[in-house]
């Protein structure tokens, strides 16, 4: 049934929608950080391509050509792989990594902290710009979305006038 806000299915997606976002602005400003690694996937492993000076992973010690081959206990082979593990990382928690480097496995163990996101106010100006576009983003589809639904409606009820040349109520 509609009503005069919308479907319900309308209200229903903008909720999931306006969750997501809260979801994420929580996640930017409390969630574990980045590690500090440039990863790059081939032939089924993990290659570290660069490491951000002052961040977990150069403290842990892994170095550019190392490969992570699992983390917390997970084999690590393409991308849906490594954001599997680090979507389920939390701040405070270590996180487990296997490395292979010159030959030898070795473990290490990374360090999480809220405050690896070192912020700065470019890191704000960066999350501030992605906080609007996405806000605005959610309210011109729920804006098109109850306004096409209305749109329907009128149309279908200008067509049946036409038609049967009576009031649609």
């Given at each position: 049934?509609?009503?005069?806000?919308?479907?319900?299915?309308?209200?229903?997606?903008?909720?999931?929608?306006?969750?997501?976002?809260?979801?994420?602005?929580?996640?930017?400003?409390?969630?574990?950080?980045?590690?500090?690694?440039?990863?790059?996937?081939?032939?089924?492993r993990a290659i570290v391509m660069a490491v951000?000076?002052?961040?977990?992973?150069?403290?842990?010690?892994?170095?550019?050509?190392?490969?992570?081959?699992?983390?917390?206990?997970?084999?690590?082979?393409?991308?849906?792989?490594?954001?599997?593990?680090?979507?389920?990382?939390?701040?405070?928690?270590?996180?487990?990594?296997?490395?292979?480097?010159?030959?030898?496995?070795?473990?290490?163990?990374?360090?999480?902290?809220?405050?690896?996101?070192?912020?700065?106010a470019g890191n704000w100006v960066t999350f501030?710009?992605?906080?609007?576009?996405?806000?605005?983003?959610?309210?011109?589809?729920?804006?098109?979305?109850?306004?096409?639904?209305?749109?329907?409606?009128?149309?279908?009820?200008?067509?049946?006038?036409?038609?049967?040349?009576?009031?649609?109520?």
């Amino acid at each position: 049934m509609q009503g005069a806000r919308g479907p319900w299915w309308v209200l229903a997606v903008a909720a999931g929608v306006l969750g997501y976002l809260v979801l994420n602005i929580y996640a930017e400003l409390f969630g574990p950080g980045a590690i500090g690694v440039d990863l790059r996937y081939h032939d089924g492993r993990a290659i570290v391509m660069a490491v951000v000076p002052d961040f977990p992973a150069a403290r842990a010690g892994i170095g550019p050509g190392d490969a992570v081959v699992t983390a917390d206990g997970q084999p690590i082979r393409t991308l849906f792989h490594w954001h599997a593990v680090l979507e389920n990382a939390e701040a405070g928690r270590p996180l487990l990594l296997e490395i292979e480097g010159g030959g030898t496995r070795t473990a290490v163990q990374l360090g999480l902290h809220p405050n690896s996101r070192q912020w700065n106010a470019g890191n704000w100006v960066t999350f501030g710009i992605k906080l609007t576009a996405q806000v605005v983003t959610f309210s011109l589809v729920l804006l098109i979305a109850v306004r096409a639904t209305a749109w329907r409606s009128s149309a279908r009820c200008t067509w049946r006038r036409w038609r049967s040349r009576t009031s649609c109520r």
